[in-house]
């Protein structure tokens, strides 16, 4: 029973290609997110979902582009991939939502296996 | 600029000791600080959260202080063991450069117990 689990696990594809990366949680979370980790292993956030709804873009060119079908899935699609966009991507879950400022209690977040690319 | 920094240096321990690892931060109001496992090829795992008004925090062999005027997290394992070997990263609740709330990650520190 995988809480967060990402499809596919590796994916190596040319320069120019469009390619697109699944992931579903079956914990009842209201809020996902796309997370990339680099060579250097910063993980950064790119996206936030809550509810289908997109909460937090960060600076991500726009060939990056989150679909969220249902609260349950959060699928990133990348369009004319580039050699820099060679990484691990993660999918996450979390109860609570990154939205406002408040203090309120934060949960933790789950992580999916990570996808793979490499483009060549 | 926000900037967390862990020890980018694996560190080495033997078995049995206790392993102590560190977080810095600057410029940055957390409210929360969460430290998280990485085994290689697989995502983060979460493992103890620590609030800004509380200095220390257990669970089992670990503790995790959290120091919000050196602007510092040590994260502790007591009697490590080979299985400990992981990286650990720390990540900061708070609010970003952006104004927006936000957990950021630092990039890890690698563990390894020796046996």
């Known amino acids: 029973d995988t809480a967060v689990s990402q499809t596919p696990k590796y994916l190596v594809t040319q320069m120019g290609n469009d390619k697109s990366i699944k992931c579903e949680q079956n914990l009842g979370h209201d809020t996902m997110y796309w997370y990339k980790q680099d060579s250097k292993k910063f993980l950064k956030i790119m996206f936030s979902?809550?509810?289908?709804?997109?909460?937090i873009n960060e600076t991500v060119p726009n060939r990056f582009s989150p679909k969220s079908p249902d609260k349950a899935h959060l699928n990133l699609h990348i369009n004319s991939l580039e050699l820099g966009d060679s990484a691990v991507y993660f999918c996450?879950?979390?109860?609570?939502?990154?939205?406002?400022?408040?203090?309120?209690?934060?949960?933790?977040?789950?992580f999916g296996p990570g996808t793979r690319l490499l483009v060549l | 600029s926000q900037k967390i920094e862990q020890n980018s240096e694996a560190l080495n321990i033997q078995e049995g000791k206790t392993a102590t690892l560190t977080c810095n931060y600057t410029n940055y109001s957390p409210a929360y600080l969460q430290w998280y496992r990485q085994d290689p090829g697989r995502g983060p795992v979460f493992l103890l959260l620590i609030r800004e008004n509380e200095k220390e925090k257990r669970k089992e062999r670990l503790k995790v202080t959290f120091d919000t005027t050196l602007k510092q997290s040590l994260f502790h394992i007591t009697a490590s063991q080979p299985a400990d070997s992981a990286t650990y990263l720390c990540a900061l609740d708070g609010f970003a450069d952006t104004g927006r709330r936000a957990l950021t990650f630092g990039s890890g520190t690698r563990l390894q117990v020796q046996p």
């Open positions: 979902y809550n509810n289908k709804e997109l909460i």
């Open positions: 996450a879950s979390s109860q609570v939502p990154y939205t406002g400022t408040g203090r309120s209690a934060q949960e933790t977040q789950y």
